[in-house]
């Protein structure tokens, strides 16, 4: 439990001085909280070690992308033919 206190307070001091980061930076901090909430969410649904593999890789990758798409103020919109095109984010 204390492991896990420690944790929040880093991910939130860390979300604190986003501000000041550049691009790479925010890439780097989205990929590392988006795999802290895969990891998080695999072992609330009690995955097994394989499924938790995946989980961390696909959230630091969804993590990723936000904050790139955030810096860039572009996003994805489905075109219905599995195709996206980008546009302003509203």
Same mark, same amino acid.
Request: hydrophobic letters at 45%.
């Given at each position: 439990?204390? $492991? ?8 939130? +001091? ?23 909430? #895969?990891?998080? +969410? %695999?072992? %609330? ?6 499924? +938790? ?9 969804? #993590?990723?992308?936000?904050? $790139? ?10 075109? #219905?033919?599995?195709?996206? $095109?980008? #546009?302003?984010?509203?």
């Amino acid at each position: 439990m204390y $492991r896990n206190i420690i944790a929040l307070a880093c991910v939130g +001091t860390l979300s604190l001085s986003a501000c000041q980061m550049n691009s790479n930076e925010q890439a780097l901090l989205g990929g590392v909280v988006g795999a802290g909430a #895969g990891l998080i +969410t %695999a072992k %609330a649904l009690d995955a097994n070690d394989n499924w +938790t593999i995946i989980a961390v890789l696909a959230g630091a990758a969804a #993590g990723t992308m936000v904050a $790139r798409n955030q810096a860039s103020q572009q996003c994805a919109y489905s075109n #219905g033919d599995g195709t996206y $095109r980008t #546009g302003p984010c509203p």
